[in-house]
């Protein structure tokens, strides 16, 4: 072994770091000449000594091939597996945690199923809505106070996209993943009352400006369902077995001259046992993306209406 590699591990063996906490070390047992290494670093949480090689002797010129690794790229590698460890098992509980809040829903879904009742608040009651459906399986509401008055709110719902949310195509496209479907050849870009009519949707009530009932019977389970549009009174009356009535309505209230309320509720009434049992099973798992979409849609609408109204102000 060359002098300066036998002075070099002398220093460091006489080097003695007084500190418990120490953790890294570097090793010069491969540097076969004083260019290989010039820095030699100790450290630890609480304590760094640094040690300088200085040349022993003249007349080193020659490169080793040998590569000493420094320790702070060490340290960084194994911090870096540590994040990736640690990122891996979030992740994973997390997905654990998203299945057993999912299945979670499906059972609650599944028992509070046929048990749905009126709504006990004035303001969500619908009398146009009770002709149609007035007992049913199912029933979901939800409203979102809108900073716009009521025309200006009902006209941004009327116009309101679905496709236009990135979520609410996941969701779509999931189902049809799933069900092994197809997709709707609907032109995207149509608003929400000309998109439901083109599927197949009828118009079963209507107040210009205020609210629109909408109206099918169709098999919902079924990979492609096709909505039947009937005509009001038909509707009120179908019970044809193996299918499900569905009746929504997109309605908004006005609360003052520069504050409304936009609300949609959905109603759901098989017509026999059998639809009940397929349905049933259906809605339970397809509850929570049904709920997500109804939210998602009003707040399109919530910041189409504030900024149509905002616009209008300024002009």
């Known amino acids: ?52 090689i200085f040349l022993l002797r003249k007349g080193y ?54 048990h749905a009742e009126r709504s006990t608040d004035a303001e969500d009651r619908d009398p146009d809505l009770d002709q149609f459906i007035p007992f049913f399986d199912v029933a979901e509401r939800h409203r979102v106070l809108v900073a716009a008055p009521a025309e200006i ?39 929400l009352i000309a998109q439901a009519k083109a599927l197949g949707w009828a118009v079963l009530a209507e107040h210009p400006g205020c609210c629109v009932i909408f109206g099918a019977v ?39 001259a520069t504050k409304s309320v936009a609300r949609t509720e959905t109603r759901v009434l098989t017509t026999d046992v059998v639809a009940r049992t397929k349905f049933r099973r259906y809605w339970a798992f397809v509850l929570p993306g049904i709920v997500l979409i109804r939210r998602i849609a009003l707040r399109l609408v919530k910041a189409e209406a504030e900024r149509r109204a905002k616009k209008e102000k300024l002009t």
């Open 1 to 52: 072994m060359s002098d300066w590699g036998l002075s070099a591990r002398f220093l460091l063996s006489a080097a003695v770091v007084q500190n418990s906490s120490l953790t890294q070390m570097a090793m010069l047992s491969t540097a076969t000449s004083p260019d290989d290494v010039t820095l030699v670093t100790f450290s630890g949480d609480a304590y760094h000594a640094r040690f300088r």
């Open 153 to 191: 709110t009902f006209s941004a719902a009327c116009d309101m996209s679905l496709q236009q949310s990135a979520v609410i195509r996941a969701i779509f496209r999931s189902r049809e993943l799933i069900l092994g479907g197809k997709p709707d050849k609907v032109i995207p870009q149509l608003g």
């Open 218 to 256: 169709t098999q919902p389970w079924l990979a492609n369902p096709i909505f039947r549009a009937l005509a009001p009174s038909e509707f009120a009356t179908f019970h044809e077995p193996g299918y499900v009535k569905i009746a929504w309505t997109l309605r908004v209230d006005s609360v003052d």
């Open 61 to 114: 010129g020659r490169k080793s091939s040998n590569v000493i690794e420094p320790i702070a790229n060490r340290g960084s590698k194994m911090n870096s597996k540590h994040y990736i460890r640690s990122g891996a098992r979030w992740v994973g509980a997390g997905t654990v945690l998203a299945a057993a809040v999912y299945a979670t829903s499906v059972g609650a879904t599944w028992y509070r199923y046929g």
